[in-house]
């Protein structure tokens, strides 16, 4: 039991970084109602997952971890399950694991005060799988994890529809959060000591105010740029469709926006796009990304891609190695096409053999190796400034993020760079990240 009586929870969170997020928020929301966040279950009163099933292995994850529960509720002990596991198993999980007694998925996280009164009055079976909402997770406190970097939700949910995702399924609809609220969060972690900030959306671009003011998502940024305190703002995912100049010239204005774009691909054949209901060509993604080219700064572009999807011919595949090579993306989230529940692609036919899927997915892989390590050893001699957030194990030696979103390493003889924005000129490089010293 905490000292305020309520009870101890332990929170462990899956998946991407809007889950990360979500956690924070549902940490707040435990803490202002008196409970104590403990490290490891066994002092736990409460233990709550938030799950991702993104991808088939992600969800087995979940349930693996959930047998190890198996006789703790027998030791008076409380289980939840949150996030986008819970939305999509359902009541199910209360047959598969009768020892949970909280499922919840992330549209109805609002709702988690009630939920849990529930859950501390003994009922066994409580949900919160409500997923036609128009309303957003707003929290009174947040627990953040990093001191200096902070997630900010601006969109929750998903109005896409990609044949192969279940996020639409998960996270419910699109809802934007009111301009003048995210404004008035962010002023307050500047106040806090905040510096850098990034915005999360599973399509952050799509952002549709939905106050009066009817803010643009650049304007958005713009804004967010001017707070007094805010050195740097980030964003992430945008969707190639609602990638627009305005968000560049938003770039080009105000250097605090940080330049760095995450513009999912998913496959480099417009046959496959098409079969993907991405809602671009190769061709029309290609001019975004000439746009972002062009931008003032040197803009740093990742992507995520996908391989094996449901009739990729070897031919498709070659048209996505052949867009790594032209793009030469600063990083690449590459996945195999995993079939999930409920999306249109999981009826469709022509699977691919995993082990085809395997050998594209390495190939793709070594080829991308090779295009970073060559365009981080351009690099040697640059100068980039550091936003120090971690200490190595190495005397002397620290690492944090560039604007561009690079992590660099850096050696420095000064005491404390924890938090701190440093020069740092580039030495060297491993196939990941950069190497560097610290410029004084
Ligand atoms: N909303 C983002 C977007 O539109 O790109 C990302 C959503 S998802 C959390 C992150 C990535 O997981 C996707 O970009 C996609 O590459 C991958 N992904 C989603 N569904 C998948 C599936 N069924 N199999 C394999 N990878 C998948
Ligand atoms: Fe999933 Fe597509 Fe929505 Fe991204 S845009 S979350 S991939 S449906």
């Not at 359902?90 to 709702?111: M, N, Q, T």
């Not at 959060?177 to 806090?192: G, H, P």
Request: hydrophobic share 35%; with cysteine; net charge neutral.
């Amino acid at each position: 039991m905490s000292a305020s009586g309520r009870g101890t929870f332990f929170l462990e969170t899956f998946g991407c970084q809007m889950n990360e997020h979500d956690s924070e928020k549902v940490a707040g929301l435990l803490l202002a109602r008196g409970y104590e966040q403990v490290e490891t279950p066994d002092e736990a009163s409460l233990i709550l997952y938030n799950t991702c099933s993104i991808r088939e292995k992600a969800a087995q994850k979940v349930f693996s971890r959930l047998g190890e529960y198996r006789g703790l509720k027998s030791d008076g002990k409380k289980i939840g399950l949150l996030g986008c596991v819970a939305q999509q198993e359902g009541e199910d999980i209360f047959s598969r694991a009768p020892w949970v007694s909280l499922v919840c998925g992330s549209a109805s996280y609002r709702k988690l005060p009630e939920l849990l009164a529930k859950v501390e009055a003994g009922e066994q079976r409580v949900t919160g799988l409500d997923n036609d909402t128009d309303e957003t997770f707003e929290t009174e406190i947040t627990r953040r994890d990093n001191p200096w970097r902070a997630y900010l939700t601006i969109i929750e949910g998903c109005d896409k529809a990609c044949a192969y995702c279940v996020v639409p399924f998960t996270r419910g609809p699109e809802r934007s959060r009111d301009s003048a609220r995210i404004l008035q969060e962010l002023k307050q972690l500047a106040d806090f000591g905040y510096t850098e900030v990034q915005f999360l959306g599973q399509t952050v671009n799509s952002y549709a105010d939905p106050s009066a003011r009817k803010m643009r998502f650049s304007e958005l940024l713009m804004e967010a740029a001017r707070v007094p305190g805010i050195r740097r703002v980030r964003f992430t995912t945008s969707h190639p469709r609602d990638f627009t100049p305005d968000i560049i010239e938003a770039m080009n204005a105000d250097p605090v926006i940080c330049n760095h774009v995450h513009l999912p691909v998913q496959s480099g054949s417009t046959r496959v796009l098409r079969a993907m209901q991405r809602t671009y060509s190769r061709a029309e993604y290609l001019e975004k990304i000439a746009m972002i080219r062009g931008a003032k700064r040197r803009t740093a572009i990742t992507t995520d891609v996908i391989v094996g999807f449901p009739g990729e011919t070897e031919a498709d595949f070659d048209e996505t190695v052949s867009l790594l090579d032209e793009v030469k993306y600063d990083g690449v989230f590459s996945f195999k096409y995993s079939p999930r529940p409920n999306t249109p692609a999981s009826s469709m036919a022509d699977a691919i053999p995993e082990e085809q899927k395997s050998r594209r997915l390495a190939l793709l892989q070594e080829r991308q190796r090779a295009i970073q390590v060559q365009t981080l050893r351009s690099l040697e001699g640059e100068i980039f400034e550091v936003h120090v957030d971690g200490k190595s194990k190495r005397e002397n030696s620290w690492y944090g993020h560039s604007s561009c979103n690079r992590v660099i390493s850096l050696n420095s003889s000064q005491p404390d760079l924890l938090g701190q924005y440093v020069q740092a000129r580039v030495a060297g490089c491993t196939p990941n990240s950069l190497l560097g010293e610290h410029v004084l």
